[in-house]
Each structure stands twice: as structure tokens, then as C-alpha cells.
T-cell receptor, first 116, second 116 residues
Framework: AQSVSQHNHHVILSEAASLELGCNYS??????LFWYVQYPGQHLQLLLK??????LVKGIKGFEAEFIKSKFSFNLRKPSVQWSDTAEYFC??????????????FGTGTRLTVIP | DAGVIQSPRHEVTEMGQEVTLRCKPI?????LFWYRQTMMRGLELLIY????????DSGMPEDRFSAKMPNASFSTLKIQPSEPRDSAVYFC??????????????FGDGTRLSIL
């Protein structure tokens, strides 16, 4: 069965520090990859997505992620975090088929706390 | 544009009572997903519909939970009878079915359910 692993449960950084959140998935087929962010008390919002093409994907708010197929990874990065990036970050995967199996498999999330 | 609309935003009720959560997907979206989020278990997919038809309900915890989608613009998640362990935030999400399943999901604000 497909699974998504996020290695860090809670990351604490000072403002201006660089961020990298790990995400690995366990499916050998062709996948679509997503990162969602959930700010405190809010719903999940899409940060970025990868379907095909350039494996380095740029999203909103200065975030980017790199798809490394050989490592089954899709790590999220930001060169300099801000206090407003404090949130929970979810990696998600779905299998690229034409059969309408468009459900997402979510990781358990990584809570990011940025200290001013 | 209106996003995914969920109601109520908060519900507090006594155990044993019936609870009905409602969701209006984004107009034109033809996939709808129900998730449950708790501290212990993270984000869990309960059930999803494509074109109003339930595709996968394997995440529904037990027979006390049921979901319906009578038309393209409305879905309900019902818990009867409710138990304290059902306390969680329930999110509804919608997306467009697309070739390759590459459409992102858009989430509602969630219903925070507390069962006393």
C-alpha cells in the first residue's frame, strides 16, 4: 500500500534560518506530489505541486520542492523562514492513473515553529 | 469565488446524539473528500466521491459513520450515535477529476466536533 513519511514531527527555527522538510513515499509507479500548509486554526492550503517536467517546483511564499525519483523523495525547502511560516506542513501523494482513483495519501505532517 | 463551504463550524453535543456535518463543494468540482484530523492520528481520509458516487469508504471507522452525496453540490457526513472518541476536526475537500489525477484538492474550513 502507498504510504507517505515525513521524518520530522516538529521543527523549531529562528527567523532567517533555512528550512528543509523531508518527505518520502513508497510507491513505484508514476505519482503526483503535493505540499499543503495549515496555518493555526485554518484549513489546508496548497503550497505547490509536481506532476511532470522540471523536478524543482516553485510554489507560493518562496517555497520550493525537489522531486528526486531515485530516492522517492519530495523535500520542501525555503531559504529564509519568517515568523509567519509557523504552521503545519503536509506532504501528499496520489497515483497517476486514469481510473479516477484521485484520492490523496497524506503524511502525518511536520509542525514548524519559527521564533522571531 | 466561493470555496468549499462546511457547516457548522463548531458543534458540541452529548454522546449518543446524532451529528450531521454538511459540505458544499466548489461549483464544477466533481470529486469530494471527507477527512478527519486529530492530534493522535493526523489527517485521515474517511471517504471520497467521484461524480456523486462513493469510490472508497475504507477509511470510515465503523458503521456509526455514513456519508451521502445526493447531488453535485451537497454532501453530508453523519455520525449516529456519536461517541467522545469522534471528537475531531472534520474537513471536506473538493477537486476536479482530471486525466492523470493531477488536480489539487481544495479544503473547507472544517467542522470542529466535540462530543461530551
Amino acid at each position: 500500500a502507498q504510504s507517505v513519511s515525513q521524518h520530522n514531527h516538529h521543527v523549531i527555527l529562528s527567523e532567517a534560518a533555512s528550512l528543509e522538510l523531508g518527505c518520502n513515499y513508497s510507491y513505484g509507479g508514476t505519482v503526483n506530489l503535493f505540499w499543503y500548509v495549515q496555518y493555526p486554526g485554518q484549513h489546508l492550503q496548497l503550497l505547490l505541486k509536481y506532476f511532470s517536467g522540471d523536478p524543482l517546483v516553485k510554489g507560493i511564499k518562496g517555497f520550493e520542492a525537489e522531486f528526486i525519483k531515485s530516492k522517492f523523495s519530495f523535500n520542501l525547502r525555503k531559504p529564509s523562514v519568517q515568523w509567519s511560516d509557523t504552521a503545519e506542513y503536509f506532504c501528499a501523494v496520489n497515483v497517476r492513473t486514469g481510473a479516477g482513483a484521485n484520492n490523496l495519501f497524506f503524511g502525518t505532517g511536520t509542525r514548524l515553529t519559527v521564533i522571531p | 469565488d466561493a470555496g468549499v463551504i462546511q457547516s457548522p463550524r463548531h458543534e458540541v453535543t452529548e454522546m449518543g446524539q446524532e451529528v450531521t456535518l454538511r459540505c458544499k463543494p466548489i461549483s464544477g468540482h466533481n470529486s469530494l473528500f471527507w477527512y478527519r484530523q486529530t492530534m493522535m492520528r493526523g489527517l485521515e481520509l474517511l471517504i471520497y466521491f467521484n461524480n456523486n458516487v462513493p469510490i472508497d469508504d475504507s477509511g470510515m471507522p465503523e458503521d456509526r459513520f455514513s456519508a451521502k452525496m445526493p447531488n453535485a453540490s451537497f454532501s453530508t457526513l453523519k455520525i449516529q450515535p456519536s461517541e467522545p472518541r469522534d471528537s475531531a476536526v472534520y474537513f471536506c475537500a473538493s477537486s476536479l477529476l482530471g486525466g492523470g489525477n493531477n488536480q489539487p484538492q481544495h479544503f473547507g474550513d472544517g467542522t470542529r466536533l466535540s462530543i461530551l
